[in-house]
């Protein structure tokens, strides 16, 4: 868990460019054709410079450099084969359990460990890294960016500190507002095709590559969900399977050395990657939240949904009429009431109800801040700040709540605030992650059999399958490289 993010930086970049705007067009590299946008290149590429280190410090870079420079080399192998081959590319691989894939404008493209252990092969890796380059290229961010002009987007400690509930749910729906710039279903398409263009280019076999969409389709199904995560800004083309299988099928011929799938390479590299929730950074037991990196636990509000991300903690009422934000933010020096003042001068918040208390040892400093608008009306907002070490980082609390409901929440923040301790549960902290594991198959059996003989596979069989696209009866050949899941950490099953 890290700082939380502001949008400072971005707008600063984007401001600039609302006030100089002049209604002008620009040729889309990929159609040729003049478009109206608000974005000139230079100022597209500085946009997504400005938003990269918000997206690294909110999500996290997987820590392996070998993965990080697999995942370049595809991406670079395609983008220098691009219709924008002079523009900087930048690939990264998100340390998120999720399945997803997303890009900036400017050329920065982000795909999560998640996704990368779903995928079987280099050429599924070049279609999906080759669908986002495809977005980047056609410039649909920035078309959809000019469409919605300055619409809210973007995150703060003001949109935390809202007097109205409704908008931090939007900010945890949005994420970081470049990421979340949705597509429609007409770019979504011409990415498909320019993800299977470029992957031919580059020499893989978009044909084997298409099949990814497989894994996704199937997620949808199983899961019983609308939308997998992956499509949560992508939304699926109708036939969005077949269509992308019979382009690549229709395209191979104009490729006849396109044909690198690049299984056991693949599965060479994401050997041993971490699958699913990594709990040193962060697990739920029971109404207890504990964080073995940075040892320390918390207790949240009971039957309360929990979103864990490097840079924040977030628990919400399951009736969505509070939530409870918890981050770890620099002091600059001071101690929890010094830092206190300071944010409430930041906010423009009077501080109410405010002492400074003992929290299990450490230096604490609790208090209420008021907020109020241009007409007057006021918003309280509860705040903590929990200091272990003189001089050391603070854990600050945050909990709103629909006026109406925040008499009622506020003895459930103070609890949490309260609740903060060191972890010391020696289980706890040796947890470690399950991961990836790659077997060669010695002799012929189904999936399933393979499963049941391996033993301590801490995830279903049908997650297994889906990882490896396969079935559980699915017939596996000696000398067939399966990807099982190893390890001993069982999650916390969300609520329904």
Same mark, same amino acid.
């Given at each position: 868990?890290?700082?939380?993010?502001?949008?400072?930086?971005?707008?600063?970049?984007?401001?600039?460019?609302?006030?100089?705007?002049?209604?002008?067009?620009?040729?889309?590299?990929?159609?040729?054709?003049?478009?109206?946008?608000?974005?000139?290149?230079?100022?597209? %590429?500085?946009?997504?410079?400005?938003?990269?280190?918000?997206?690294?410090?909110?999500?996290?870079?997987?820590?392996?450099?070998? +993965?990080?420079?697999?995942?370049?080399? %595809?991406?670079?192998?395609?983008?220098?084969?691009?219709?924008?081959?002079?523009?900087?590319?930048?690939?990264?691989?998100?340390?998120?359990?999720?399945?997803?894939?997303?890009?900036?404008?400017?050329?920065?493209?982000?795909?999560?460990?998640? @996704? !990368?252990?779903?995928?079987?092969?280099?050429?599924? !890796?070049?279609?999906?890294?080759?669908?986002?380059?495809?977005?980047?290229?056609?410039?649909?961010?920035?078309?959809?960016?000019?469409?919605?002009?300055?619409?809210?987007?973007?995150?703060?400690?003001?949109?935390?500190?809202?007097?109205?509930?409704? $908008?931090?749910?939007? =900010?945890?729906?949005?994420?970081?507002?470049?990421?979340?710039?949705?597509?429609?279903?007409?770019?979504?398409?011409?990415? *498909?095709?320019?993800?299977?263009?470029?992957?031919?280019?580059?020499?893989?076999?978009?044909?084997?590559?298409?099949?990814?969409?497989?894994?996704?389709?199937?997620?949808?199904?199983?899961?019983?969900?609308?939308?997998?995560?992956?499509?949560?800004?992508?939304?699926?083309?109708?036939? /969005?399977?077949?269509?992308?299988?019979?382009?690549?099928?229709? /395209?191979?011929?104009?490729?006849?050395?396109?044909?690198?799938?690049?299984?056991?390479?693949?599965?060479?590299? +994401?050997?041993?990657?971490?699958?699913? *929730?990594?709990?040193?950074?962060?697990?739920?037991?029971?109404?207890?939240?504990?964080?073995?990196?940075? /040892?320390?636990?918390?207790?949240?509000?009971?039957?309360?949904?929990?979103?864990?991300?490097?840079?924040? =903690?977030?628990?919400?009422?399951?009736?969505?009429?509070? =939530?409870?934000?918890?981050?770890?933010?620099?002091?600059?020096?001071?101690?929890?009431? $010094?830092?206190?003042?300071?944010?409430?001068?930041?906010?423009?918040?009077?501080?109410?109800?405010?002492?400074?208390?003992? %929290?299990?040892?450490? *230096?604490?400093?609790?208090?209420?801040?008021? !907020?109020?608008?241009?007409?007057?009306?006021?918003?309280?907002?509860?705040?903590?700040? =929990?200091?272990?070490?003189?001089?050391?980082?603070?854990?600050?609390?945050?909990? @709103?709540?629909?006026?109406?409901?925040?008499?009622?929440?506020?003895?459930?923040?103070?609890?949490?605030?309260?609740?903060?301790?060191?972890?010391?549960?020696?289980?706890?902290?040796?947890?470690?992650?399950?991961?990836?594991?790659?077997?060669?198959?010695?002799?012929?059996?189904?999936? $399933?059999?393979?499963?049941?003989?391996?033993?301590?596979?801490?995830?279903?069989?049908?997650?297994?399958?889906?990882?490896?696209?396969?079935?559980?009866?699915?017939?596996?050949?000696?000398?067939?490289?399966?990807?099982?899941? /190893?390890?001993?950490?069982?999650?916390?099953?969300?609520?329904?």
């Amino acid at each position: 868990m890290l700082k939380w993010m502001t949008a400072r930086a971005w707008r600063g970049a984007i401001v600039p460019a609302v006030v100089l705007f002049v209604a002008s067009c620009a040729v889309n590299p990929v159609t040729g054709r003049h478009e109206l946008t608000l974005l000139s290149e230079s100022q597209e %590429i500085a946009l997504g410079a400005e938003s990269d280190p918000q997206i690294v410090a909110e999500y996290g870079l997987y820590d392996d450099a070998r +993965v990080q420079a697999y995942v370049d080399s %595809i991406g670079q192998r395609m983008a220098h084969l691009s219709h924008r081959p002079d523009l900087k590319f930048t690939f990264r691989v998100l340390d998120s359990p999720v399945i997803n894939a997303f890009a900036l404008p400017g050329g920065y493209v982000y795909i999560t460990r998640g @996704i !990368l252990a779903h995928m079987n092969d280099e050429a599924e !890796l070049a279609i999906v890294v080759g669908h986002e380059i495809g977005h980047v290229t056609a410039r649909h961010g920035v078309e959809q960016y000019t469409r919605q002009q300055m619409a809210g987007l973007g995150l703060g400690l003001g949109s935390i500190l809202s007097t109205h509930i409704a $908008q931090f749910g939007q =900010v945890l729906q949005q994420g970081l507002g470049l990421m979340f710039l949705k597509y429609g279903r007409d770019d979504e398409t011409q990415a *498909d095709g320019l993800g299977v263009e470029y992957a031919l280019r580059a020499g893989f076999d978009a044909e084997a590559g298409a099949k990814f969409f497989e894994v996704l389709d199937r997620q949808t199904k199983e899961s019983g969900q609308s939308l997998p995560e992956w499509m949560s800004t992508h939304p699926a083309p109708e036939g /969005r399977v077949h269509r992308t299988h019979d382009l690549a099928v229709a /395209r191979k011929p104009l490729f006849p050395q396109s044909t690198r799938i690049g299984a056991n390479e693949h599965k060479g590299h +994401v050997d041993g990657i971490v699958f699913g *929730d990594d709990p040193r950074q962060g697990f739920e037991a029971g109404d207890v939240f504990k964080h073995p990196g940075l /040892r320390f636990q918390v207790t949240l509000p009971a039957g309360w949904r929990v979103l864990n991300t490097p840079s924040a =903690v977030r628990a919400g009422a399951p009736d969505q009429s509070a =939530v409870l934000q918890m981050t770890l933010e620099k002091s600059g020096g001071v101690g929890p009431a $010094q830092y206190a003042a300071k944010m409430a001068q930041s906010v423009k918040a009077t501080l109410v109800q405010s002492a400074a208390e003992r %929290i299990n040892g450490f *230096d604490g400093y609790v208090a209420v801040l008021r !907020l109020a608008d241009e007409a007057g009306n006021t918003q309280d907002v509860q705040a903590g700040f =929990v200091q272990r070490e003189p001089g050391g980082a603070i854990f600050q609390f945050v909990g @709103i709540a629909k006026p109406e409901a925040f008499a009622a929440a506020r003895p459930a923040f103070l609890r949490s605030i309260r609740s903060l301790q060191t972890l010391t549960d020696r289980a706890a902290l040796d947890m470690a992650p399950n991961r990836i594991r790659v077997e060669t198959v010695r002799a012929a059996a189904t999936l $399933q059999q393979i499963v049941d003989k391996a033993g301590g596979v801490p995830v279903p069989i049908a997650t297994v399958a889906l990882v490896n696209n396969l079935q559980p009866a699915s017939p596996l050949p000696v000398g067939f490289r399966v990807k099982l899941v /190893r390890g001993a950490y069982q999650p916390k099953t969300a609520a329904p």
